[in-house]
């Protein structure tokens, strides 16, 4: 390429083979440590209707992974929790940036709720003097907030303090947030200086590139309020310098952005690698993004009413190679040990071959195991002219 260009256009299998690469999903294992870093966070999720949102992420890049992993990685500060995408594992080194936002917290005189300083005052004053605590060691109030399920003043209180940074999440217990002083948790964010709009602006964009591979402007600052024009002047100012470069997609009319280094690394292939994706794996977290560079419409249809959804419950993305190729809708009965498919759906166009009836089985066998179950049940497959030889594959896997 021309080092002196600022833009190029590239087509839609160049684009998802620098956003797979990008996502540790083109068939090269890593370490949940190197995972996280790539992406920059990990949703965390309660739903365990297959395996909690968080420890799938990890589970699908890295396949010896294990939930303990994660654990050691909180407990050795190597990551820590807070707000991205939406509540998230950070890694460490990306500490500092979150003091932006935390001093934005602070300024505002409401945040989710209205500040009660009163009750805030109170309960970092029980933290400083008792220790780590969290929200069940506080007594129920009789007068709860609306919203968020009628949380309890106490909650709301540790829920704030922790988005100003005053309060970090040491551990969870049960999965229950545990809440400490930031400079118990993490001592060395004592002498860390909160960067500039700038620097915060240059994150956000290194950030979101590293981690999709080719991004749109408004990607690099969802739901970063009142950042829209510092990107631009920043996006700007490093395309001037040649280190961003725009992107079109086989002439479509969404303008990305990516770094001239991986514009200059898209030779090879992606390999065929099968992954069963979670509802919010970092790939497909962006509905409409999914859609344009993958052609693939994806709904996670917990939050629709059962009447009206197409699919199922927790449906999961089925990627193969640089390509979606189904979805289907799961439930991991711990107790008696099965993984049910409740139905697999294939998308239309696509005939899954005996190569990938092999993957598929191997996968999700080890996606049941890796759900705390040892027997698999294929209940339904769309079309069903495939139920027979897939029920055979899982049988001789």
């Not at 590239?10 to 999903?25: D, H, N, P, S, Y």
């Not at 540790?158 to 545990?178: A, H, N, P, Y």
């Not at 999961?316 to 009965?333: E, N, S």
């Amino acid at each position: 390429m021309n080092p002196k260009k600022d833009s190029v256009e590239i087509t839609q299998e160049q684009a998802r083979k620098l956003v797979l690469r990008a996502q540790g999903l083109s068939g090269v294992q890593e370490s949940s440590l190197d995972a996280i870093k790539r992406l920059s966070y990990v949703q965390i999720d309660t739903i365990s209707v297959a395996e909690r949102a968080h420890h799938h992420v990890f589970f699908s890049r890295n396949a010896d992974y294990q939930k303990e992993d994660l654990d050691r990685m909180v407990s050795d500060r190597s990551v820590f929790e807070y707000w991205s995408h939406a509540a998230a594992f950070l890694p460490i080194e990306d500490f500092r940036f979150s003091l932006y936002h935390k001093a934005e917290v602070q300024k505002a005189d409401k945040f989710w709720f209205e500040k009660d300083k009163k009750v805030m005052r109170k309960v970092l004053k029980r933290i400083k003097e008792e220790g780590p605590l969290g929200s069940k060691d506080f007594e129920k109030a009789s007068k709860v907030v609306q919203g968020w399920s009628d949380w309890k003043p106490a909650k709301v209180a540790l829920q704030l303090l922790f988005m100003e940074g005053k309060l970090m999440i040491s551990e969870r217990q049960s999965f229950q947030k545990v809440y400490d002083l930031t400079e118990r948790v993490y001592p060395d964010s004592v002498g860390l200086k909160k960067p500039s709009q700038k620097e915060y602006c240059d994150y956000l964009i290194d950030r979101a590139i590293s981690a999709q591979g080719i991004v749109t402007e408004t990607e690099m600052g969802y739901l970063r309020k009142g950042l829209k024009k510092p990107i631009q002047l920043a996006l700007a100012k490093r395309i001037g310098k040649k280190d961003i470069i725009r992107i079109k997609v086989d002439g479509r009319p969404e303008l990305y952005y990516s770094s001239h280094k991986k514009i200059n690394d898209l030779d090879g292939p992606i390999k065929q690698n099968l992954h069963l994706l979670s509802p919010f794996d970092n790939l497909v977290i962006q509905r409409n993004r999914v859609k344009q560079l993958f052609d693939f419409d994806y709904l996670i249809e917990c939050y629709v009413p059962e009447k009206k959804r197409k699919f199922g419950y927790y449906t999961l993305p089925i990627l193969h190679g640089d390509r979606f190729v189904g979805r289907l809708d799961p439930k991991a009965d711990r107790k008696t040990g099965t993984f049910h498919i409740k139905k697999l759906w294939f998308e239309d166009g696509f005939i899954p071959d005996e190569h990938f009836c092999d993957q598929f089985a191997a996968k999700i066998k080890a996606f049941a195991r890796f759900c705390g179950c040892n027997k698999l049940v294929l209940s339904s497959v769309s079309p069903t002219t495939y139920k027979t030889q897939l029920k055979k594959h899982l049988r001789d896997a």
